[in-house]
């Protein structure tokens, strides 16, 4: 271990020349803030977690790669490359739960109904994995609440029943539970029953090219494939999902090895037209062993499929097809990825619009399907909007004509933007609003877009001081951002403007990031951002805020949600005294937080307040690694509580820093004894003492 001890006198401009070096290479010091798992480890505690995982829940948008991930922990296994100690791996997929939702059964005869060879045993006795794919898919409600309670896995009831009560620990308490669903879902879960919340992120850019050159065997077109999707900006964004890749893998390997030059697909509606084509070839030539396309009868089964599709989206029941050999060897087909679906739906119901109604207009048929995709409350609609605005375009319809006939000619979309604008203008949820822009995206209007690419070409900080944007400038912003190339890593509130209302409206790019700096900013809404499941936030610096009591008391509510996962927080200069210390004590102390790092430097806590902190550190809940109390005024009684705090057990502090305090005599006299003491796992102090 290492201890270093600062004992050191210097004059105070030494001490302040020492402490900016010290500053700038902390601020240097950048580390990675997520802690990435891989699909092996997920049950594994990182260093300095002490609780064993029974119980995580992963997220992910749709084809990000959670069920990619579920089968590569499960063959990883089964090949005894990993998690070789584990007896049992039990894949039940939601999808499959939902055939026995109306049954009643043991859980113990639900496992031998999906693993026929199973045996009746113990399974208390031995190390056992469940792995529930696909909560958002799941058809009745999880009452964690109300169901009865169960603890023998011999008794019969019906499956959620079964399912909560191994989610609660009822069952087989020492079973280990991941649950992967899509973000939507994930609140379905009470936070009290998870232990870890993961997020599958998808293919960043190396990924992405390593995926298409593994899947691409001619390595000119891979390179090609990868520079063309590096060049189109809407296409690298899609690419961070690996679902997209394999559709502009499948659609451009076919596109660009032919040598007639077509223009490539740059929006997802001209991107899945094209997939809808060349799978179309495919299957003629492949199933069929004809070369030409039968047009009557690709016609009647893509209306046949997208009916299908159309109606199962409508109920909210998802998933070109796949079939599998499912429960008891009876079929079941799903098409290969909700997208796909969604975008038959939409083809589907352009095609019935186009052909039966020829009293209302395109426009108004569009008005209505944005209205009521606007009221669906989980977003069950928006891809399929998306979709459906693009097919209202010639280019796509032309694209389309050797598989139909449009029977009505297509209407100038301007219409339909000014609509969608309007609808913008009415300032919807950050989520609807990005999806119209989505479809503005889909209609080739930039307009809005580009507005607001003005403000942020200008380089440099306060970009969008003293400039009023309006309520659809702001969500054009918030799309921009979002959608930018490069991946969301640090959000830095003065590059915009340094007021409430830009910290407000950006709200959703703060969830996105990585991390946020918005120094300077007194934020009560900060907290909405903490406690939100989708929140993504590992640190946040709010130093020279002039935060006050009401401030702290906000941010530690925040802190105090199950799903803030906040690693590292700045506090300096803010203005917090006694009492807000005491809050954020208080959030700290009783629940398990996340955070790493805390620094507090120049406030003023006061001696009580340290006292406070010393029992944090002792608390088995606190995971603090770094303290930093510089400029705080600390006096000797201060510095004897933290020393005795240090000596006690559970304490994880690897690092503080008491710079520029008053420890007095007796204080460093603690001090020093401290790091002689074997139970301190310190290994960086400081106090630097200066004269004056
Ligand atoms: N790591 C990967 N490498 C290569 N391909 C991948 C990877 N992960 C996913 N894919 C591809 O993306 C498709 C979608 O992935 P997957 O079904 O795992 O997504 P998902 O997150 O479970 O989506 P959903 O929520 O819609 O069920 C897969 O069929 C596969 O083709």
Avoid at 87 to 97: A, I, Q, S
Avoid at 129 to 138: A, K, M, T
Avoid at 240 to 245: D, M, T
Avoid at 401 to 423: A, H, N, V
Wanted: net charge neutral.
């Amino acid at each position: 271990m290492l201890y270093i001890a600062e004992l050191i006198s210097v004059s105070q401009q030494q001490l302040k020349s020492r402490l900016k070096r010290i500053e700038t290479s902390l601020s240097r010091d950048r580390k990675t803030l997520e802690t990435p798992i891989k699909c092996n480890d997920i049950f594994r505690s990182l260093p300095g977690q002490d609780k064993p995982i029974r119980m995580v829940l992963t997220k992910g948008v749709a084809g990000i790669g959670k069920t990619a991930s579920v089968h590569k922990f499960v063959l990883d296994w089964a090949e005894g490359k990993a998690n070789r100690d584990v007896h049992f791996v039990f894949p039940l997929p939601f999808r499959d739960l939902n055939l026995m939702k109306e049954k009643q059964m043991s859980l113990m005869e639900l496992l031998c109904c999906f693993f026929t060879e199973l045996k009746p045993i113990k399974y208390d006795d031995y190390k056992t994995i469940f792995i529930f794919d696909g909560l958002d898919e799941w058809r009745l409600p999880l009452d964690f609440q109300n169901n009865e309670i169960l603890w023998d896995v011999t008794k019969s009831a019906s499956v959620d029943v079964l399912l909560t009560n191994l989610i609660k620990g009822n069952l087989l308490p020492s079973a280990l539970i991941w649950i992967a669903t899509r973000p939507a879902a994930a609140n379905q879960i009470p936070a009290e029953f998870v232990d870890r919340v993961t997020e599958v992120q998808g293919f960043r850019d190396p990924q992405r090219a390593e995926y298409f050159r593994r899947k691409i065997k001619d390595h000119n077109l891979a390179n090609r494939i990868v520079a063309h999707i590096q060049s189109s900006r809407s296409l690298h964004i899609m690419c961070r999902i690996p679902v997209f890749c394999w559709i502009s893998a499948t659609v451009l390997e076919k596109m660009l090895g032919e040598a007639k030059s077509t223009e490539i697909p740059k929006t997802l509606t001209q991107m899945f037209a094209h997939l809808l084509i060349v799978q179309t070839k495919l299957k003629t030539q492949k199933y069929d062993g004809k070369c030409d396309v039968d047009i009557e009868q690709a016609r009647k089964s893509i209306r046949s499929l997208g009916k299908l599709a159309f109606q199962q989206l409508e109920k909210v029941c998802t998933q070109i097809f796949r079939e599998e050999f499912g429960l008891k060897l009876e079929k079941v087909y799903s098409f290969v990825h909700l997208s796909v679906q969604e975008f038959f739906a939409a083809l589907f119901k352009f095609l019935s619009f186009a052909r039966e109604n020829k009293k209302s207009s395109m426009t108004d048929f569009l008005k209505r399907e944005v209205d009521r995709s606007l009221q669906s409350e989980n977003g069950h609609l928006d891809l399929f909007l998306r979709f459906l605005v693009g097919l209202s375009l010639k280019s796509n319809q032309t694209l389309l004509r050797g598989l139909f006939t449009m029977t009505r000619s297509s209407q100038d979309p301007c219409e339909i933007i000014e609509y969608i604008k309007s609808k913008i203008r009415e300032n919807p949820s950050p989520e609807k609003s990005i999806n119209l822009f989505h479809c503005l995206n889909e209609l080739n209007d930039q307009s809005l877009v580009q507005e607001v690419q003005t403000y942020l070409s200008s380089r440099g900080t306060h970009r969008l001081s003293g400039v009023k944007l309006s309520p659809a400038q702001w969500s054009a912003l918030v799309f921009v951002l979002l959608n930018s190339a490069e991946d969301l890593d640090e959000f830095e509130l003065r590059q915009y403007d340094l007021s409430e209302e830009c910290l407000l409206r950006l709200l959703p790019v703060v969830k996105a990031s990585r991390k946020a700096e918005l120094r300077h900013v007194f934020i009560l809404s900060l907290a909405s951002a903490l406690s939100s499941i989708s929140s993504s936030l590992r640190e946040l610096d709010l130093s020279d805020s002039n935060l006050q009591v009401s401030g702290v008391q906000v941010l530690s509510a925040g802190l105090n949600s199950p799903h803030c996962k906040l690693e590292i927080l700045k506090l300096c200069n803010c203005s917090i005294r006694e009492e807000g210390c005491a809050a954020l004590v208080s959030a700290l102390i009783s629940n398990p937080s996340h955070l790493r790092e805390l620094s507090l430097n120049s406030n003023k806590p006061g001696n009580s307040a340290v006292k406070l902190l010393s029992n944090l550190l002792e608390d088995p809940h606190c995971k603090l690694e770094k303290l930093q109390l510089y400029d705080c005024s600390i006096g000797e009684e201060g510095c004897a509580a933290l020393a005795l705090a240090l000596i006690s057990n559970p304490s994880h502090l690897r690092e503080l820093n008491l710079n520029n305090n008053e420890p007095g005599d007796s204080g460093v006299k603690l001090l020093s004894d401290l790091l002689k003491d074997p139970h301190c796992k310190l290994e960086k102090l400081q106090w630097v003492i200066f004269d004056e």
